[in-house]
Structure formats: C-alpha cells, structure tokens
C-alpha cells in the first residue's frame, strides 16, 4: 500500500519564478493538503482540496494555488517567488474532507529561492 | 483560533533517561490530539493520538494522555534511545469546525546521547 508521494525531492528556483510541486495522496484517500514547513516551526496549513476544489484555506496570499485531478493528486503551485517562501511543503492525506481526523503525511519537497 | 503550545527545547537527554514534553492548546471546539514525530530530512509520521478527553494514546513506549481541564497532551516514555533523536510535534485537528486542518506547535528537538 502506497503511503503519501511527493515530486520533486528538492528544488532550486530564483526570486521571480514560479514552481510547481506535486502530491499524490495514500490509496484510498480523496481529500490533499499542503503545509509550509519554515526551518525550525511547525507545519503551517495552505490550503485543502476534495472533490476537485479549494475546500478551506489558511493565511497564505494568492500566489499559492493549487489543484486537484480526478485521481485525487494535487499540485501546489506558487507564482512570483520570494525568498521567505524557502520552505519544505508538505503534502497530507485524508479520507472525505477530513472528516476523519487523522492526516498522513508525504515526506515534503525543500524548496530554495535564492 | 485554534493554537498549539510546545516547551521549547532543544532537549538532551542520556540513553535510557525518562522524557517530558509538554504541550498545551487552545481550540473553540473539541479536538483530536496528535504526536508527531519527523527525522532529520523527514516528513512527519504520526506517533499517537488521542480522540477525546482522557484517552491515552501510546505507541513505541511513547504516551500521552488527553487532560480537558488541563488542555494539555504531554508526550512522556519511560526509557528513551539514542534512536528517539528527532523533533517531536504536538498537533490538534478539530473536524467539527475545521473539516481535519491540523495545527501545530513548533517543535521540540529530542536528543538522546549513548
């Protein structure tokens, strides 16, 4: 049984680029999240997808998008980088909106911006 | 809003030393609780949870017990290793009002010298 996969590893971009990072979620799971992880805090929420749409969404500026398919994978995207967006993003999965509390999580993408 | 508060560390402790990490919470609801768990270059694996008050989550000789009038979910063991060297992450999830969004603590760094 697959658990959670994220594509890629690790990224280098500069100032000004856009990136695109890729999740997709345990079998069996409908519902994807992404967090930010700075260095050194905790994990914080970007945004949820199910069903294909944006279901709740943290405090995170419109640069941050996302999407998701019809396979349940998702792809985070953030356009105009800044160097403060330096992070590892972290993908979790639920099952049907997070109505069940537990969220499995995919092992991040780091992302540098110089 | 929700909020999460862990003792900052880091922690050092010798093999076989009894650990403590506190944490306490805010939540307008009623939470599940969460340990998490993340080695160097890692993502997250859940360690334990609990779903109500005064349940008692464990795994891996790690416990924790869900005190209400407390808010509180102190991650304890017995009998740590050099293995247990990691950061630890408290975490809430409140389907009720926020559809499995977790949140987070910033983290304890646990290091368990031989």
């Known amino acids: 049984d697959a658990g959670v996969t994220q594509s890629p590893t690790h990224l280098i971009k500069t100032r000004g680029q856009q990136v695109t990072l890729r999740c997709s979620p345990k079998s069996g799971h409908d519902t994807v999240s992404w967090y930010q992880q700075a260095l050194g805090q905790g994990p914080q929420f970007i945004f949820q997808y199910y069903e294909e749409e944006e279901r709740q969404r943290g405090n995170f500026p419109d640069r941050f998008s996302g999407h998701q398919f019809p396979n349940y994978s998702s792809e985070l995207n953030v356009n105009a980088l800044l160097l403060g967006d330096s992070a590892l993003y972290l993908c979790a999965s639920s099952l049907d909106a997070g109505r069940t509390d537990t969220q499995y999580f995919g092992p991040g993408t780091r992302l540098t911006v110089l | ?114």
């Open chain 2, 1 to 114: 809003g929700n909020s999460v508060t862990q003792m900052e560390g880091p922690v050092t402790l010798s093999e076989e030393a009894f650990l403590t990490i506190n944490c306490t919470y805010t939540a307008t609801g009623y939470p599940s609780l969460f340990w998490y768990v993340q080695y160097p270059g890692e993502g997250l694996q859940l360690l334990l949870k609990a779903t109500k008050a005064d349940d008692k989550g464990s795994n891996k000789g790690f416990e924790a017990t869900y005190r209400k009038e407390t808010t509180s979910f102190h991650l304890e063991k017995g009998s740590v290793q050099v293995s247990d060297s990691a950061v630890y992450f408290c975490a809430l999830s409140d389907v009720s009002t926020n559809a499995g969004k977790s949140t987070f603590g910033d983290g304890t760094t646990l290091t368990v010298k031989p």
